[in-house]
């Protein structure tokens, strides 16, 4: 595992929160970059989905009516 420096505060003020939620620092550290990257690559895929609807024929009313047409039509099934 890569060794990391972060201030004294920094972390002094991170293991006080770890306490309060009763972590050990170092797993709660694991987590909180754990979160960072899902919300990164998720707004990458955001941004990746919006470039591609600016790039569609269809305007966001005719594709909610096409997407609620297939729902609907699966539920007769």
Same mark, same amino acid.
Do not use: C, Y
């Given at each position: 595992?890569?060794?990391l420096k972060i201030s004294q505060g920094v972390?002094? #003020?991170? =293991?006080a929160i770890a306490e309060k939620r009763k972590r050990k620092p170092e797993a709660?550290?694991? #987590? =909180?970059?754990? !979160?960072?990257i899902q919300h990164f690559t !998720?707004?990458?895929l955001l #941004?990746?989905?919006c470039a591609a609807a600016?790039?569609?024929?269809?305007?966001?009313?005719?594709?909610? !009516? =096409?997407v609620r047409h297939?729902?609907?039509?699966?539920?007769r099934k």
């Open positions: 595992m890569p060794e972390w002094n #003020d991170f =293991v709660l550290a694991q #987590d =909180v970059l754990r !979160d960072f !998720d707004e990458e #941004d990746r989905s600016r790039r569609t024929a269809f305007r966001i009313e005719e594709s909610e !009516d =096409v297939h729902r609907q039509s699966g539920k």
